[in-house]
């Protein structure tokens, strides 16, 4: 069976819980005055907040149950008192608005600097990570990893904070009002609290069970959206109905797995605290008729408690929170400690004048144990050589493009350039130096000088002169905005040929001394590629060049050929020696010629 998806929960490092917390509060030191701040909203709240039964006590003992006194004294005191209560809970309004309003600046500037950090991160990564790494894993971390620390940092922290400061204080006033009463509520708090471990540790296995079912529902609709038309043409659409219906299904009796388990434990929670309250009114009651108690107290009395059960019956949500955030934390911490394989070196070697002479010395390399894509390497290219590289599909043409960029490093050999290993350049030197076209051509949402100059700061003339140089001339005049036509998704679509034609430009805006082609004319119709080899014959003369193609006529233009099969070079030379000797590549050339005639024929 398909395994849609991946596990959110099975991504997590080692990083210690301590160690989690002491990365959080770094990115917290930077917001202490904030933070103080809001602590003192807290302890702001958490004083109103207890008033407010005190008031209402003093309101029953002193006014409302005075008889001795004068009904308009009485009234006068109850005014009083009301105004106090009112003046309480505007006070507790304004001191927990604020104390949101700054938590919430702080939470978002946290995350927006873990973020920025996240995506920087990511930047740095070489190649061999992202092959490793789902790209819906990557962007988890992003999003929904950030979101659940900032619900963390704005929805729990704080509140637990203010419900054990609350929780604290009211404790210490119930033993103070009346310690018999006091010690018969604690009787239900180590209850409540195994009825809330047990519940969290509960829920915190369904979240988990949720979160894996929602990431295959995710990771399937990914697939689908993402395949339709093959999904379309292969009149898959009951199927795919089916297996979507059956993740669905599955989410849903997960979901209503949790729906279940909150229906027991809220009532239950609710349940306990109520009998509590119910015990109290009954031996405080016996108390007040006893004259052992005020009413009053009594009322205040239940008031705390119901105060004080209220974070316990919320405790299990809060604690899966805080689970789930540092689930995410510690997700979020391996993605920052990840380093790039492919680093500059702390000395880098400076290029003044580049020749653009390559040597592959010895080289070998796989992708992994048993996969070995490479093998001996030897090859030199001279400085303004054009130099073809043709062979079967899994020869290993790329992967000596991707050498030479350095999205991955050898693991045997090395490779030169200008007599200096690659290894000894900074990455960004190296990619200067080396301009490559591949065949898939991304396109930026935006306009078409934007994704010709990728903020390189070319001027917009040398722009208009590098399309004159590409062919691209008559395809910009014919568009509603000209250079300043937004193209990519939602925008103007290109055709194959017109990505190509960008690429190439894209290039010469950065002027490398060496190229890459990596059947950056496949997509081409053969006038356009015509229009492009006159082009890149001219524009880069004197310029070292290598090129993947499987067009006889884009090989045959080479100063040399070189043909690999199974990661290994077995024959070099021009076309016509290669014609000569009848190998490989001979036979390469004959079953494009065959294959061009039946296009032929069919046509």
């Known amino acids: ?166 929780m604290a204080g009211i404790l210490v006033l119930l033993f103070l009002m009346n310690f ?187 992708y992994g144990p048993g996969q070995q894509i490479l093998r001996d390497i030897n090859l030199t290219v001279s400085p303004g050589e054009t130099v073809a590289v043709v062979g079967a599909t899994g020869a290993g043409k790329s992967t000596l493009f991707n050498l030479l960029i350095r999205f991955h490093d050898p693991q045997q050999g090395r490779i030169l350039l200008d007599g200096v290993d690659l290894r000894q350049y900074t990455v960004q030197d190296l990619r200067t130096i080396v301009g490559v076209v591949m065949q898939d051509v991304f396109i930026l949402p935006d306009t078409l000088l934007a994704n010709i100059v990728l903020e390189t700061g070319v001027s917009r003339v040398r722009v208009e002169e590098i399309i004159n140089r590409t062919g691209m001339a008559a395809f910009v005049a014919g568009l509603p905005a000209g250079l300043d036509t937004r193209i990519g998704e939602g925008n103007l679509e290109l055709s194959g040929g017109e990505k190509q034609l960008l690429a190439f430009a894209r290039v010469l805006c950065r002027d490398p001394a060496v190229l890459l082609l990596d059947e950056a004319t496949a997509s081409v119709d053969t006038i356009t590629e015509n229009i492009l080899e006159q082009t890149v014959a001219a524009s880069f003369r004197n310029r070292t060049s290598l090129v993947i193609a499987h067009r006889l006529s884009t090989v045959r233009r080479a100063d040399r050929i070189v043909v690999m099969e199974g990661g290994r070079i077995r024959e070099e030379g021009t076309h016509g020696q290669l014609m000569e000797k009848g190998g490989i590549y001979h036979n390469l050339v004959l079953l494009d010629l065959q294959a061009a005639g039946n296009d032929q024929d069919g046509d």
């Open 1 to 166: 069976m398909h395994n849609f998806g991946y596990d959110e929960e099975g991504w997590t490092g080692s990083l210690a819980e301590h160690r989690i917390w002491q990365r959080i509060l770094r990115y917290s030191a930077s917001h202490v005055p904030g933070l103080s701040l809001a602590v003192l909203l807290s302890l702001l709240v958490t004083v109103g907040t207890l008033a407010l039964p005190r008031l209402m006590q003093i309101g029953i003992d002193r006014h409302l149950m005075a008889t001795d006194l004068p009904a308009a004294t009485r009234l006068d005191g109850l005014a009083l008192v009301t105004i106090g209560y009112a003046l309480a809970v505007a006070a507790v309004f304004l001191a927990g608005f604020l104390q949101v309003v700054v938590l919430e600046r702080v939470g978002q500037s946290i995350m927006h600097a873990m973020r920025g950090d996240l995506f920087a991160r990511l930047l740095e990564l070489d190649l061999a990570f992202f092959n490793k790494n789902p790209v819906g894993r990557l962007v988890t971390r992003l999003t929904n990893d950030i979101q659940n620390m900032y619900e963390m940092f704005t929805s729990v922290m704080v509140t637990l904070f203010n419900d054990f400061l609350k």
């Open 180 to 366: 018999r009463l006091a010690m018969l509520m604690v009787l239900f708090v180590p209850l409540s609290l195994y009825i809330t471990i047990v519940f969290s540790r509960l829920a915190r296995t369904q979240f988990r069970a949720i979160r894996r079912q929602l990431a295959r529902l995710n990771s399937f609709l990914q697939e689908s959206i993402s395949g339709l038309s093959i999904i379309q043409l292969f009149a898959r659409q009951t199927d795919s109905l089916r297996r979507f219906r059956a993740l669905s299904e599955g989410y849903f009796a997960q979901t209503m797995g949790q729906i279940r388990l909150f229906g027991i434990f809220m009532p239950l929670t609710e349940f306990m605290s109520s009998l509590a309250i119910a015990l109290i009114v009954w031996y405080g009651g016996g108390e007040v008729i006893r004259k052992e108690l005020t009413l009053g107290e009594l009322v205040a009395f239940l008031s705390y408690m119901r105060l004080f059960f209220q974070p316990m019956r919320e405790l299990s949500q809060k604690y899966s929170i805080v689970q789930s955030a540092m689930a995410s934390a510690e997700r979020i911490f391996d993605l920052l400690d990840t380093r790039a394989e492919i680093c500059s070196p702390e000395v880098p070697v400076i290029p003044e004048v580049v020749r653009g002479a390559i040597v592959f010395d010895r080289v070998g390399f796989s």
